[in-house]
């Protein structure tokens, strides 16, 4: 009785506390905007007081209200490599040189081979399209990239990427003191990074909210020691960090980094602090697909003192484009013109009497193609170059070594962007407390800040394990997928999911090359880029180090040994 | 417990009864407005009204029952009591608003005085009512005794509740409702010494008290009008008359002493009072420079207030307005005020309107060159706006003009924003441009100030069009000319890659809020 009258006086207070707000409302000049305002923020609290209150494990697998698909790399068709056992095609056509491969190594080696007039080349690619980990999409909304994304703006020593940049007008010249000039609407615009942590977003990637002295001093202590490396030149003047990576010195006491992991050299320098480690674990997540103990010491310092302006100084800048550096793909592949055949597998490599014999599929007509090839460049990957060209494991048993770590890639397309608070939408959006990288906006260097916009999203498989984790990839479906993606932005978005308009996934199974300790300076990995026979290689991963700078070298090196074997005497545009 | 009061006949009452029922109209009346004044007051100063008037009501109505839980323990003296009671209410409540005035305008804890407050007068209004109770239950039958003080307690609360926003916010404001209703609550007071004379002895000291209690809140009247009004009539006395959030931004038209005054995301975009001189100064220098120019670009001014004036150059054939916002450029069609003040420009025939991001758009959109352009966008506070004022913009928007082209920038105050101001010059300068700032001041903002610049050099200009109601050649002149506490700084270009002017914008402003 007496708790059922008290309850009653409750509810009674509850009513006259809304009967005052209504009050309020009725007579403010406010009242219809105010309701709106109520309205809205309930139903935001609604939906995040559901999602957080139902434990993850038994809420229903949701079905998402938005369509989407897995897309390439054509699995089956690359598979079907390792059967073997093709049978020839009736005809091979004579060709000069026969380029395997249309990503960044590919096309710029026949860009190099066009720029010295030597037209009489092919260049297959499997895909529909070209690009390889630089290939871009696009939909009504905006172009995006399914991979990689940027490019550092170059040194002046990087002839080879500023004669390219030269070519698709974003150098646009060289200041007084020499130093190149490049195009504002391709440097990555400002805000840059921002970073999801404790319920907000914060500027920048290192967060300096909250960090201790020693934080601080550990932070700074490691851009010294960065610095340090920065300015190392050996006794031949080269620097110990560079990009490409042909352009660094092979002395000893930078070697000998190769020989520790990463988190090895850090222990051994005492760098502990948390943030400072997440954010060298984050720079080898993302450029590397491995952790701080399966990266390379050599490798994790090359990411920051490679990019230095010189010693003391801000990293280089970026450069960006809304559709990633298929910007640059573009160029390239208007070089290759019709010599570029996509949709064509080669399938064989062998060599006949003074030439290469050479077989393809043609997916698209489904009929067998051959070539008769003076020279072959083989810009695919090394675990692809084992099935196609015969007896090439047998000889170079170094290839194994070659780790390939899978990624899973996202772009979501919003038709309007999700409400939120702190540090505004940056062009590189990270959430700390995430196996994933976060996501890229497309339209951010196309200065669309408003309305509908495509996110790329980010997630290496990082295991110590590569198969095992390319096994783990390879089973999920597009919901397991679309469902990883959304778990993993819900902390900062709750309300994404009635925003996305679809998500398709790109399922890279051998996406980035890692630079495992011990690998990027062995003699026997690095002879890897040497020609077998006819056989010329470029690859990316040739260098242990999955970068466009990396790519462009070895195409360009490739095609530079072809144009010597054919006794043209070029300046190299390396 | 409530059935553990006799309800026999009661002794003759001793006490006037139902005038102290009517007392308790008069202290709910009060209470609610405490109420009102403080949930109003935050709202205003901390934005969010329903979170303020949520958090306001809550913590009120809660220390209301603290009060009511914390009058079991008073025992004796009970009229006395009371009495003592209203005067406190008095003051408190009297002072609220201008306390929390005063803590807002000088410390740091505006919330935490802000809810000290709330408690305070809960508390002592949730102890009014039992303790009055206490003293009528001897006389009245406890059925009419309940009746009776919530039935009275309840209406006036309605009467309060309809006065306030009715009547005493835009008649009194809120520092003199408060202080009004404190000196009614110390009235209530002194009038209970004599309801309660029975029970309370000699009156002589309390009705002293009462007497001194009430002068405090009517020299608090008289004087603390004075000096509260500025700040209370400049926060408040303006009357919403539209309000909209669309999909990028909050639009407010406020009215009050004779002009009116948008705000976008809460900063003045004009004032009907003086925006001539901004929008005079904005396009007309332009016009004198390039007489004769057909094809004009305007990038923001979705207010049409700028199209106005450039309607007034007989040879224009063609205005391309581009503005991001259709809200924006709706209102400045329908809403009657506005319309009034832009002279119906946008539905002018020669008038285009484009709602589209104008760097997007110039970027996009091919079409022929423009001859004049005034770029008139909101001050760059955040990223999204900071692009339209970096060399990328200045360089996208020449591809757009003649080569003899003219384009007039709002640049921020020289004065207030002094480095930002000349970054928006050096940056227009780096893409290339001839610049030529200017200055003037506009009394709703301060000295504000312009770049007109071109792709070729050009004098500043000597006639501008001759009827207008602030500029004239001399004025004209004058506004090229830049005192010393202007001149010019030396900054940074502001690029889409470093955004320079919205660390600068922000960094300067701070230092005036
Ligand atoms: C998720 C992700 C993000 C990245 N982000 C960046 C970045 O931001 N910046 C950067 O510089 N680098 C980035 N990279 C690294 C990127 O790999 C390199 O920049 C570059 O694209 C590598 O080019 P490639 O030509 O060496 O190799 P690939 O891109 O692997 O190209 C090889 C091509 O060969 C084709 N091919 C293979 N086998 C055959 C066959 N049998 N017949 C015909 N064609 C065949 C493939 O389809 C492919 O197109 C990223 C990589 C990934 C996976």
Known sequence: ???????????????????????????????????????????????????????????????????????????????????????????????????????????????????????????????????????????????????????????????????????????????????????????????????????????????????????????????????????????????????????????????????????????????????????????????????????????????????????????????????????????LRRSCGDRLRCGVMATSIRPDTDSLLVTAWDATNQRRLGWRAKRVIFAGPQHVARHVVEGLATVRPAMTRIRNAPWLVANLTLRSRPKESGFPLAWDNVLRDSEALGYVVATHQSLRDHGPTVWTWYRPFTGPDCDAERARLRAMDWPACARMVMDDLRPAHPDLEGLVARLDVMRWGHAMVRPAPGLLWDPDFLALSKPHGAIHFAHTELSGLALFEEAQDHGLRAAEEVLAAYGRRERSWR | M????????????????????????????????????????????????????????????????????????????????????????????????????????????????????????????????????????????????????????????????????????????????????????????????????????????????????????????????????????????????????????????????????????????????????????LVHPAFAVRPGAKRVLICGGGDGLAVREVLKHPAVQEVVLVDLDPGMTDMARNQPMVRQLNGAALDDPRVKVINADAMVWLQETPGPPFDLAFVDFPDPNTYALGKLYTSRFYRILQRRLTDDAVVAVQSTSPLMARQSFWCITATMEASGLKVRPYHLAVPSFGVWGFALASKRDFEVPAHVLPGLRHLSDEATAAMFAFPKDMERVPVEVNRLDNQVLVHLYTREWRRWS
Request: with cysteine; hydrophobic share 45%.
């Open chain 1, 1 to 331: 009785m007496r708790s059922g009258s008290a309850l009653l006086c409750g509810i009674g207070g509850i009513c006259r506390f809304f009967y005052f707000l209504f009050i309020y409302a009725i007579c403010s000049f406010k009242f219809i905007s105010l309701c709106g305002l109520a309205i809205m923020k309930r139903r935001d609290f609604l939906a995040a007081a559901a999602a957080s209150a139902i434990p993850l494990a038994c809420r229903p697998k949701p079905a998402f209200p938005f369509p989407g698909e897995l897309v390439g790399p054509d699995l089956p068709l690359g598979h079907w490599l390792r059967g073997g056992a093709f049978p020839d095609p009736d005809r091979f056509e004579p060709v000069s040189v026969l380029i395997v491969g249309g990503g960044v190594a590919g096309l710029s080696a026949g860009w190099r081979l066009a720029g010295a007039g030597l037209e009489d080349f092919q260049v297959l690619e499997l895909e529909p399209e070209p690009g390889g980990t630089s290939r871009s999409g696009r939909n009504h909304v905006s172009p995006f990239p399914w991979a990689a994304h940027y490019l550092p703006v170059p040194d002046r020593g990087n002839h080879a990427v500023l004669r390219l940049l030269k070519e698709c007008g974003v150098l646009e010249g060289f200041d007084a003191k020499g130093e190149p000039v490049f195009a504002e609407e391709a440097t990555a615009r400002a805000p840059e990074e921002r970073l999801f942590a404790y319920g907000q977003w914060w500027e920048g990637l290192y967060l300096r909210a909250g960090a201790s002295v020693e934080d601080e001093r550990q932070y700074h202590a490691f851009f010294r020691e960065v610095d340090r490396w920065a300015a190392f030149k050996d006794a031949q003047g080269r620097p110990a960090f560079s990009i490409p990576r042909s352009r660094c010195s092979d002395a000893p006491e930078a070697r000998a980094l190769d020989s520790l992991s990463f988190a090895v050299w850090l222990d051994g320098h005492g760098f502990s602090s948390p943030r400072l480690r997440w954010l060298l674990d984050y720079a080898c997540r993302d450029d590397y697909g491995s952790r701080l103990d399966t990266t390379s010491a050599w490798a994790g310092i090359f990411y920051f003192a490679a990019r230095k302006q010189g010693p003391g100084e801000d990293s280089r800048p970026l450069l960006t484009w809304p559709e990633g550096n298929g910007f640059l793909i573009d160029h």
């Open chain 2, 2 to 281: 409530a059935n553990s009061i006799p309800e026999g006949p009661l002794p003759t009452p001793t006490l006037k009864a139902p005038l102290l029922f009517l007392s308790v109209l008069l202290i709910a009346s009060c209470g609610l407005i405490y109420e009102l004044v403080a949930g109003t007051l935050s709202s205003y100063l901390l934005g969010d009204s329903v979170t303020q008037f949520s958090t306001v009501i809550g913590v009120y109505l809660s220390a209301m029952g603290l009060g009511s839980w914390l009058s079991k323990f008073l025992h004796r003296g009970l009229a006395r009591r009371f009495v003592d009671l209203e005067l406190a209410v008095a003051l408190v409540g009297g002072f609220s608003a201008p306390i929390l005035f005063m803590a807002f305008a000088h410390t740091h804890a505006f919330r935490v005085v802000l809810y000290g407050v709330v408690m305070a007068v809960g508390t002592l209004v949730g102890l009014e009512i039992p303790i009055l109770m206490r003293i009528l239950k001897d006389q009245v039958r406890f059925k009419d005794l309940v009746a009776g003080v919530l039935t009275l307690d309840y209406i006036g609360a309605l009467f309060a509740s309809l006065l306030f926003p009715l009547l005493l916010m835009p008649k009194l404001g809120l520092v003199r409702t408060s202080l009004l209703f404190g000196l009614l609550n110390a009235a209530v007071g002194l009038w209970s010494t004599h309801l309660l004379q029975s029970q309370l002895g000699p009156t002589r000291m309390i009705r002293l008290r009462c007497a001194v209690v009430m002068a405090l809140l009517a020299v608090g009247l008289v004087f603390a009008g004075k000096f509260t009004l500025a700040i209370e009539e400049e926060i408040f006395a303006d009357e919403i008359v539209y309000a909209k959030d669309s999909a990028y931004q909050r639009i407010v038209l406020t009215r009050g002493r004779g002009s009116f005054q948008l705000f976008l995301n809460g900063n003045l975009q004009f004032s009907s009072a003086d925006e001539y001189r901004y929008h005079e100064a």
